[in-house]
């Protein structure tokens, strides 16, 4: 399946167009569309954009279904878009767009040709047999931009973690010891302090990363329309 993808933002207009067969269909936002195959039934609307780009549902699917492939996870079954993980998978997408965004400002793109190769092995293993995966008829260059993008937001992600890493005192971690004194019974800080100043250090990461997906998210205008109530 090929995939054209058009943006007009008036108001609230905005569409995409897909390509399926001879058949080519808009969409409109949120609007639902399925296109009948010798296969199989295409369910596809836009659930966001994002750095000039649409997501539709079906994009959402491939995204998903490639991520647990990653894992070699052997639940790769299409997720409902009335799951309430529907929604995090489409922030998930959404993410990994602007990430990507953010890579390309520093001209960051250390996945190499051996990894890209290793990974898409994996896939070709692990997905593309499946029959959920026949039936989103996705093509090659789908496949490479969507894995691609995935493997690069999470090396970026990566490099920026490490760089937000601080250091835990032993004071800090004395306070938090003392503040929550009734956790640790009688056992003396000495033998919980690296523990404590382990848990504050991921947990200042976390508050780190967000705070920066956060800006980025704002940066690129994302929207996520599974957020919005109609």
């Known amino acids: 399946m090929k995939i ?17 067969s001879d058949k080519t269909i808009t969409l409109r936002r949120n609007q639902v569309k399925k296109t009948t195959t010798s ?6 609307k836009i659930v966001g954009t994002a750095a000039d780009q649409v997501i539709t549902s079906r994009e959402v699917q491939i995204v998903n279904m490639l991520e647990h492939g990653l894992l ?12 309430t993980r529907f929604n995090v998978e489409v922030g998930q997408v959404l993410l990994e767009v602007v990430v990507q965004a953010e890579s390309n400002v520093f001209e960051f793109n250390q996945v ?14 692990n997905v593309v047999p499946t029959k ?13 931009k969507f894995l691609k993008r995935k493997l690069v937001a999470k090396k970026f992600i990566r490099v920026k973690s490490d760089s937000m890493k601080g250091f835990i005192t032993d004071s800090e971690a004395k306070e938090y010891f003392d503040k929550n004194r009734l956790k640790f019974g009688q056992v003396p ?5 690296e523990n404590i100043k382990t848990f504050l250090s991921q947990q200042q990461l976390e508050e780190r990363l967000k705070a920066w997906f956060e800006i980025i998210k704002k940066k690129y205008k994302v929207k996520n329309y599974t957020n919005e109530t109609s």
């Not at 639940?75 to 799951?83: P, R, Y």
């Open 189 to 193: 800080f000495v033998q919980f302090k």
């Open 72 to 83: 070699a996870d052997k639940n790769l079954s299409l997720i409902s878009s009335e799951d």
């Open 4 to 20: 054209i993808v058009a943006v007009l933002v008036c108001g609230s207009l905005i569409w995409a167009t897909e390509k399926v």
């Open 39 to 44: 296969d199989s039934v295409l369910i596809s």
């Open 132 to 144: 959920e995966w026949k039936n989103l008829q996705v093509s090659t260059p789908e496949l490479e």
């Open 112 to 125: 190499t040709d051996d990894e890209f190769k290793a990974m898409m092995e994996k896939i070709q293993k």
